[in-house]
């Protein structure tokens, strides 16, 4: 009797203690109640929103970004809160902080993504501990000069922003390793940037920068350097001292030429340059002796550099949508090189050197002048992927059979899909053995359809003379239908993707002109696909700004 009484006793003294400990600190729990109670969020419990210290009972975590309510106003309460270490107030309409977001000392990471914020209270420069400031998508002009009191701080995030500047005291962050400054309303990069020296990670996507300064080339530890969709005209020579960068991304800007300096990037892994106006590449690039990944897609280059045969890192090059009328000589030397584009060029014939490209996996080369394939094709042993639609191909050399492609798997954000490996619509195939025709039936079960489409009449407003490419400079588009049914127009980039669908309707016969914009694509070279029950007609364009 006197065993079980005891027994229950310490029971009864084990379930209080675990009760006790399980509870929030009474003066943290009155903080975070008054701040839902401030924005008359009354059906939210303190637990649902907070997350405690397991030894002190204190709140280390407050996520106030459910979308289940909307915060407008956080109160001076929120300084009581002073065991905070992380803090989320994104997704919510919060056009400040209060001065009392100073007392958080203890805070590693603050998050007010996705709200109204115009301007930070100075406070925020005590906030002494934090390692994550993020306040992406807000409405800030300027930053107060106390955020360079935070040397502890890792990543600065200010992305869809419309800062122009920073101020001259972020030169403190001396433990900076990222800061993300993407749609923003910078014209140049902040010099100041250029002093820390931690500094491994730049964004500057989607701002109006020309160039950078040439103090850029004092980043000893700058490893990724992001500026796509700016308006670079030029890179300074010195870019070619940050010699521990591994990725350049300089996608969409207006870059005519390099500087030969880009060779001394000796860690360089990706070079992205796509939808620039380069015209012609330094000789030096084949100094990049790391490089894996580089995409020229979208330019005006007729030839590479001799040198560039000496990238033998190389793994993927893009040559899309330039000026080549020849195969450029240089990539026959790429002696590890699997993916090749040479898509949307004005290539008529191959090289028998291709051969020498053993490692090459996949090959695009869509929307050519090609009219025949070399026999040394057929060595390539390695390729899973052949695309050859939009051509002028009226046959294949008879060793071609030898190639098996078969495609890959390829990762969507909807699950695992299977891409096709050989692809030769819209080219004149008629010429064909027996042997030929069943290697065709095999890895290009459509082939037939698109070999036999009768054309329709396509053309924009104002045209060239050449009988390839079409030139779109108005706002309206003009086609002929030839009698009453269903018409497709789309817009397709070189690599056949859609883009827009123009026309999607039942259209009487006659000649029609619909408005259309397709100089929001940018100025390249792209496809036009008008289709109208077994007729179809896919012809090159040029959208000129």
């Known amino acids: 009797m006197h065993g079980r009484f005891?027994?229950?006793?310490?029971?009864?003294?084990?379930?209080?203690?675990l009760h006790v400990s399980g509870q929030i600190d009474k003066d943290d729990s009155l903080a975070v109640r008054a701040i839902l109670d401030s924005n008359h969020v009354v059906y939210v419990s303190v637990d649902d929103v907070t997350h405690t210290s397991s030894s002190t009972n204190r709140v280390c975590e407050l996520d106030l970004?459910?979308?289940?309510?909307?915060?407008?106003?956080?109160?001076?309460?929120?300084?009581?809160?002073?065991?905070?270490?992380?803090?989320?107030?994104s997704n919510n309409q919060l056009k400040s902080l209060p001065p009392e977001i100073g007392n958080l000392e203890n805070c590693l990471e603050l998050r007010v993504n996705n709200n109204l914020i115009e301007t930070l209270p100075p406070e925020i420069g005590a906030m002494i501990s934090l390692q994550l400031l993020s306040l992406r998508n807000n409405r800030l002009?300027?930053?107060?000069?106390?955020?360079?009191?935070?040397?502890?701080?890792?990543?600065?995030?200010?992305?869809?922003?419309?800062?122009?500047?920073?101020?001259?005291?972020?030169?403190g962050l001396v433990n900076l390793d990222r800061v993300y400054l993407e749609l923003n309303k910078f014209t140049k990069l902040p010099i100041v940037v250029c002093s820390l020296p931690k500094l491994r990670v730049i964004d500057m996507q989607g701002n109006s920068l020309t160039t950078f300064p040439p103090e850029i080339g004092s980043m000893q530890n700058l490893k990724w350097l992001f500026a796509m969709d700016n308006k670079i005209t030029s890179l300074p020579p010195e870019i070619g001292n940050c010699t521990v960068l591994e990725w350049l991304n300089l996608t969409n800007n207006a870059l005519m030429n390099l500087p030969d300096e880009i060779g001394n990037l000796k860690n360089l892994e990706k070079l992205d340059l796509n939808n620039n106006a380069i015209t012609v590449l330094p000789a030096g690039i084949g100094n990049s002796s790391s490089l894996s990944t580089l995409e020229l897609g979208d330019n005006n280059l007729s030839d590479l550099p001799a040198e560039m045969a000496q990238l033998d890192t190389l793994l993927y090059l893009d040559l899309y949508n330039n000026q080549f009328?020849?195969?450029?000589?240089?990539?026959?030397?790429?002696?590890?090189?699997?993916?090749?584009?040479?898509?949307?060029?004005?290539?008529?014939?191959?090289?028998?050197?291709?051969?020498?490209i053993t490692t090459l996996k996949r090959l695009w080369l869509d929307s050519n002048a090609l009219e025949m394939l070399p026999p040394e094709i057929s060595t390539l042993d390695s390729l899973e992927l052949l695309y050859v639609k939009a051509n002028n191909l009226t046959t294949f050399p008879d060793e071609i059979v030898r190639l098996n492609p078969q495609g890959f798997i390829k990762k969507t954000q909807t699950g695992w899909i299977k891409v096709i490996g050989l692809n030769v619509g819209y080219n004149k195939l008629t010429n064909l053995s027996p042997e030929l025709v069943a290697w065709l039936d095999e890895w290009d079960v459509?082939?037939?359809?698109?070999?036999?489409?009768?054309?329709?009449?396509?053309?924009?407003?104002?045209?060239?003379?050449?009988?390839?490419?079409?030139?779109?400079?108005?706002s309206h588009l003009q086609f002929h239908v030839p009698e009453a049914g269903k018409v497709l127009l789309q817009l397709l980039d070189m690599r056949g993707r859609i883009l827009e669908t123009l026309v999607d309707s039942y259209m009487q016969e006659g000649y029609f002109t619909i408005p259309c914009n397709l100089q929001q694509w940018g100025t390249g070279w792209y496809l036009c696909s008008l289709s109208h029950g077994l007729k179809a007609e896919v012809c090159k364009i040029s959208i000129v700004k």
């Not at 701080?153 to 001259?168: A, C, I, K, V, W």
């Open 141 to 171: 002009t300027t930053l107060p000069k106390e955020i360079g009191n935070l040397h502890n701080l890792r990543e600065l995030s200010f992305g869809g922003n419309q800062l122009t500047d920073l101020p001259s005291e972020i030169n």
């Open 446 to 474: 459509d082939w037939k359809e698109t070999q036999e489409v009768t054309p329709i009449d396509l053309f924009p407003l104002v045209t060239t003379e050449s009988n390839y490419s079409l030139f779109f400079r108005k």
């Open 65 to 89: 970004c459910s979308n289940d309510f909307c915060i407008t106003v956080i109160p001076k309460e929120i300084g009581k809160l002073d065991a905070l270490e992380k803090c989320d107030l």
């Open 6 to 17: 005891l027994f229950r006793l310490y029971c009864f003294i084990f379930f209080i203690i």
């Open 325 to 356: 009328d020849t195969f450029p000589q240089a990539v026959c030397g790429m002696k590890n090189l699997e993916q090749l584009d040479l898509c949307g060029n004005n290539l008529k014939t191959l090289p028998s050197e291709i051969g020498n």
